[in-house]
């Protein structure tokens, strides 16, 4: 059979693209460590400068996306004939850099710039809203948010909702018409059961965690689980800041952030295994990714689907508990001295309409996102104001969960996300719930034993799993094609509500 031989037109093509990739990769990794530098280390008086300067980096990472070099590579290796001779890695990459010239390349650069500057700027404030209980020092930068966000909206375009086009950003393909019927389901089976609950369920020992526990003492245990369930700290680290994250420098170089609370021990520890989720992810990357487009995961709802799983499918399972808590009672044994295993398990598995959204359920988290999908939708085509959130926000808190905030700070100005320009974020921690109850579903099968591997802390065998079927592929899939991949089948909200169903009617005995 005669080989093709590749054009040498398209050698050099394909040459200089792997050059502007890896140029633009290096410039991002750099942007990462500062963006973590700026929320955990960075002294306050020089934010503001660094705000600047992270901004003028972002630009030109920018204009490197959509410049005319850019756009002239992307023609020329997207031609059907040049296309044939691309292995699926490249085209991969190619696919990705195309979808970001064509929505972004009308934005002008200084705008993206201003941009830029103003959502670094942005966080600071944020920060100082939250603590001093002050939404008006927020409101400025909010409503300027804002308005960047429906002109982005309207440069890249949409069919049928100005929404569409953020979210886009963080699930490609994804649209207000496909996400609403989805989260109409999850919503209509959560408050059922929810009220089911709260009408016929056996009361939890949720007091447990109205003790002190030991800051010192909870850094010590969580940096004990960390390596077993998977994490690996020669290429990572875990730190404070005010809201957690997880940040990527490299494969060799992933953060974890976490927040300690003396009064609330729930807080930092399945916060932290969250944050694992998404650096064991990461860290898992295939290395032949490194310094590329591909080196991160697929998209938000992915990469939301592995923290989750990791905090809530395997971190607030029973048999999780039947091997780590002998150990907790060794960290803490004055507070859980008369505490059964079981008794600790119903207790980290309580269902409470809460205000905060790091701190929520499994079972009522889900209402907390929807009431942000809700607002973000409104905020988008102008329907609500940002001026108008404090007083939305605490409307949807009391028809979704019952509940209204007391204050700002436990109320709108909570999350960092609009802050950062995350318009469009959200959606993406239910579409993990729901991608990571398919997953469970298939792994069960492939895996029987699973939750038995989990009681003999053999966390490897099933990072194991996760490694080879989802994150060593990075971004090499879409995440639609992914989820096929992994579980034959598209998302299919079905096995988040059965889930859901039968966990809860274990703990509280239904």
Known sequence: MEQKVIDPVVLRALGQFKALDEKITHFSSIIGLADWDQKVMAPKKGRSMFAKATGTLRTEIFKLSVSEEMGELLAELTLPDNLAFLDEVTRAKVREYKEYYQKSKSIPADLFQEYSILTAQANDAWEEARENNDFARFLPYLEKIVDYKRKFADIYGYEDHPYDALLDEFEPGLTVKKLDPLFAKLRDTSVKLLERIQQNG?????????????????????RYILPIIGFDLEAGRLDETVHPFAQTVNTGDVRLTTRYLEGNVRSALFGTIHEAGHGIYEQHVNPQFEE??????????????????LENMVGRSKQFWKYFYP????????????????????????????????????????????LRYEIEKALISGEVEAKDLPVVWNQKMQDYLGVTPSSDTVGVLQDVHWSFGGIG??????????????????????LPDFYKHIENGRFDLIQEWLKGKIHQYGKLYRPNELIVKVTGEELNAEYLVEYLEKKYTEVYGL
């Open 292 to 309: 590329s487009v591909l080196q991160s995961g697929a998209s938000f709802g992915i990469h939301e689907s592995q923290s989750r799983f």
């Open 327 to 370: 150990k907790l009672q060794e960290y803490f044994p004055k507070q859980l001295e008369n505490i059964t295993v079981e008794e600790f398990y119903r207790a980290v598995n309580t269902v409470q309409p809460s205000f905060i959204r790091v701190e929520a359920d499994e079972l009522t988290y889900n209402l907390h996102i929807m």
């Open 202 to 222: 056996k009361r939890t020992q949720a007091e447990i965690f109205e003790q002190s526990f030991s800051i010192e003492k909870q850094k010590e245990f969580n």
């Open 425 to 446: 974020y959200f959606p993406s921690y239910s579409l993990g719930n729901l991608y990571a109850a398919q997953i469970l579903r298939t792994i069960q099968k492939d």
